[in-house]
C-alpha cells in the first residue's frame, strides 16, 4: 500500500518506519527542520532500534520524507494523522495541529486518500466530526480511528507485537484497507464503532493509571503498617483477573499520555456535567507522590535550604530521553522553592537539556557532596553501581530510592557504611546502625580535594 503519514513524533515516525518494515510505501511528512533532520537519518527521539530501522527503510526505498501535506497525499492509499494532541484549555485537548492537516486536505484539489486513518489520540465523537466537515467540503473520505498503544522505550517491539489492533470503522472497505495495512502482524484484531474505538484508547490508558495510583496507595499503607509492598503486589499481582503489571509503585507515572489523557477524559466528562471520581483520585494520588517523597527527605534533614540533592534519572521512564510531563520537573520546582541545589545524571538525557539544572556525566559526580540522592528512573545501570562508594562520596548517605531498584545485597553492604539511611517506597526505611568514623580518602582521591 502507499501511506502517507503526517507528523513524525513517536508515534508518527515509528509507525512510518515499521509499515516500510512490513513492505509498504510510505511518505511521512512534517515542518521543514525537523525533515530536514530525518532525511540526513538524524533523529531527535533516542528510542531503542529505530535508527537502525530508518536507515535501512530508506536505503530500501521503502519510506520517503516530505513536508508538503498535500504533495505527499496525491495517490496515496491511505492518509494516517499521527500530530500532536496536546492538553489545551482546562484539560481539554487542543486539536488545533489535526484541524490544520484537514484544512490543507480540503484547500488542496483532489488529493484526499479515500481513508484518513487517525492515529492522534482524540475526545470520542472527533472522528465522526472530522468525517462530516471533509463531506461537507465535498470529499468522499472515510475517516478511520485506529489507537496506538505502544510504549516509549520498547515503541518498535509493542508496534510489531501489540496485545491487540483495534480499527474503529464503518465500512467493509475501511476495515479491508486496515487489514491489508497490518498484514504481517500477528495480533488479535478488534473492529468497532469509531466512538468506542476513541474510547478504548483513553480508557486504556485511564485503567493503567489507575493501577499504578492503587499501587502507590498500598504502598503508603505498607510504611504505616511495616508491610513489604513488593510482596503485597506480587501476592496481589498474581490473580490472573488482576495481573502483574502496572503495580509497580514509585514516584508516579510521568509521559506525555497518560496525565493529558486523563485530564482529557475529565474534560469530556465535565463537559456533559459526568462526574469521573476514580479519575480524579488517581491524578490526585499521582501529583502527591513527588510533594511526599520530598518530605521525607526534609524530615530528616530540618531545614531545606542550602542543601544538595543528588538525582539519577530525568526521563520519565527508562530507555528514553523524553522529559515530558516527567516527575523530575515536579520534583525540580520544588527543589527551587525549598532552595535545594540540584546536581543531576541521566545516561542519555543531554546534558544543558534543561535550564539551571547542573547536569553530571557520571552518576557519582551526582552523588558527590550531595546531602541525598534519588533514584528517579529504573536504568538498569544505576542498580550496577558501587554503591558504597556512592554512599560514601556523599556528604550526607541519605539514599531515597523512588524506583525499588537496589537489590537486598545491595542494601546490606551500604548498612555496613556510616550513617547511611535508605529509603525505599512501600516498605519500612533502613538506617547504619553502626557509627564508623567518616574515611573521605575514597572522595579525596577521586576529586583531589
Ligand atoms: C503509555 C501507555 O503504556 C501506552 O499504551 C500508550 O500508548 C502511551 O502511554 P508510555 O507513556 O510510553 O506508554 O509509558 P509506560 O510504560 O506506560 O509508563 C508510564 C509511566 O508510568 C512511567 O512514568 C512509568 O515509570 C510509570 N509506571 C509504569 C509506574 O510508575 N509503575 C508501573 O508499574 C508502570
Request: charge should be negative.
Amino acid at each position: 500500500m502507499k501511506l502517507t503519514i503526517i507528523g513524525t513524533g513517536y508515534v508518527g515516525l515509528v509507525a512510518a518506519v515499521c509499515f516500510a518494515k512490513l513492505g509498504h510505501y510510505v511518505t511521512a511528512v512534517d515542518r521543514e527542520h525537523i525533515i530536514q533532520d530525518l532525511r540526513e537519518n538524524k533523529l531527535a527521539i533516542w528510542e531503542p532500534t529505530l535508527q537502525e530501522m530508518l536507515e535501512t527503510c530508506r536505503s530500501d526505498g521503502r519510506l520517503f520524507f516530505e513536508t508538503d501535506v498535500a504533495h505527499a497525499s496525491k495517490g496515496a492509499d491511505a492518509l494516517m494523522i499521527a500530530v500532536g494532541t496536546p492538553a489545551g484549555v482546562s484539560g481539554r485537548t487542543d486539536l488545533s495541529q489535526v484541524d490544520h492537516v484537514i484544512a490543507q486536505l480540503k484547500q488542496a484539489e483532489d488529493v484526499c486518500p479515500p481513508f484518513i486513518i487517525m492515529k492522534s489520540t482524540v475526545p470520542v465523537g472527533t472522528c465522526d466530526e472530522l468525517e462530516a466537515d471533509l463531506h461537507a467540503a465535498g470529499l468522499r473520505t472515510e475517516v478511520v480511528f485506529n489507537p496506538e498503544f505502544l510504549r516509549q522505550g520498547s515503541a518498535i517491539n509493542d508496534f510489531m507485537n501489540p496485545d491487540r489492533i483495534v480499527f474503529g470503522c464503518r465500512s467493509h472497505l475501511a476495515k479491508a484497507a486496515l487489514h491489508q495495512l497490518y498484514r504481517g502482524i500477528n495480533a488479535p484484531i478488534q473492529v468497532c464503532d469509531r466512538r468506542s474505538a476513541e474510547l478504548i484508547k483513553y480508557a486504556s490508558n485511564a485503567f493503567l493509571a489507575m493501577k499504578i495510583s492503587f499501587a502507590n496507595m498500598i504502598a503508603d499503607v505498607c510504611e504505616d503498617y511495616g508491610a513489604d509492598n513488593r510482596q503485597v503486589m506480587q501476592g496481589v499481582g498474581a490473580d490472573r483477573r488482576i495481573g502483574p503489571h502496572f503495580l509497580q509503585a514509585g514516584i508516579g507515572y510521568g509521559g506525555s499520555c497518560f496525565s493529558k489523557d486523563l485530564q482529557s477524559l475529565l474534560a469530556s466528562g465535565n463537559a456533559i456535567g459526568r462526574s469521573l471520581p476514580l479519575l480524579e483520585a488517581t491524578a490526585q494520588i499521582n501529583e502527591e507522590r513527588i510533594p511526599q517523597l520530598l518530605e521525607k527527605l526534609i524530615s530528616i534533614w530540618g531545614n531545606p535550604r542550602g542543601k544538595r540533592l543528588g538525582v539519577l534519572g530525568i526521563s520519565f521512564k527508562p530507555h528514553t530521553n523524553d522529559i515530558r510531563d516527567a516527575p523530575f520537573l515536579t520534583l525540580l520546582r520544588l527543589c527551587y522553592l525549598y532552595g535545594i541545589e540540584v546536581q543531576t545524571y541521566d545516561p542519555v538525557v543531554q546534558p544543558a537539556t534543561i535550564e539551571g539544572v547542573c547536569q553530571m556525566d557520571t552518576a557519582y559526580e551526582a552523588a558527590a557532596g550531595a546531602h541525598a540522592i534519588i533514584i528517579m528512573t529504573e536504568w538498569p545501570q544505576f542498580a550496577e553501581l558501587d554503591w558504597v562508594l556512592m554512599a560514601q562520596l556523599m556528604y550526607q548517605p541519605i539514599l531515597l530510592d523512588g524506583r525499588n531498584v537496589l537489590s537486598e545485597e545491595v542494601i546490606s553492604r551500604l548498612m555496613a557504611v556510616e550513617n547511611v539511611i535508605y529509603i525505599p517506597v512501600g516498605r519500612p526505611m533502613e538506617q547504619t546502625t553502626l557509627t564508623l568514623k567518616r574515611d573521605t580518602s575514597t572522595l579525596r582521591h577521586i576529586y583531589g580535594t
